[in-house]
């Protein structure tokens, strides 16, 4: 019974940074795999970072690689999206998600997920 709510989403213009944050409750957030997706208008759900449940181990998707970074503060139970570089393909609805097996980047891996929160880059 995990509960997800992102927050730090807005509007930003190219080349701007952005830090979202998401908050877990209802668990043991030290266990989850934490993962962030992405979501633009009239596409599929996108991977963009995940961090195994002691923080060492992160893997990002080719579009934010070099850009995105993702950090854990398990004292916290709070998982963060570092974004630097934004560019407007960036713009989407930034998705927070939890899973207990694996690193994966497909959405159907992951248990739980927040409601989301709107980043837009502008040009």
């Known amino acids: 019974q995990v509960q997800l709510v992102e927050s730090g989403g807005g509007l930003v213009q190219a080349g701007g940074s952005l830090r979202l944050s998401c908050a877990a409750s209802?668990?043991?957030?030290?266990?989850?795999?934490m993962g962030w997706f992405r979501q633009a208008p009239g596409t599929e759900r996108e991977f963009v970072a995940v961090i195994g449940r002691t923080g060492t181990s992160k893997y990002y998707g080719d579009s934010v690689k070099g850009r995105f970074t993702i950090s854990r503060d398990n004292a916290k139970n709070t998982v963060y999206l570092q974004m630097d570089s934004l560019k407007p393909d960036d713009t989407a609805v930034y998705y927070c998600a939890a899973n207990f097996w694996t690193a994966g980047k497909s959405p159907i891996e992951y248990n739980y997920w927040g409601p989301g929160t709107q980043v837009t880059v502008s040009s």
């Open positions: 209802g668990g043991t957030f030290s266990t989850y795999i």
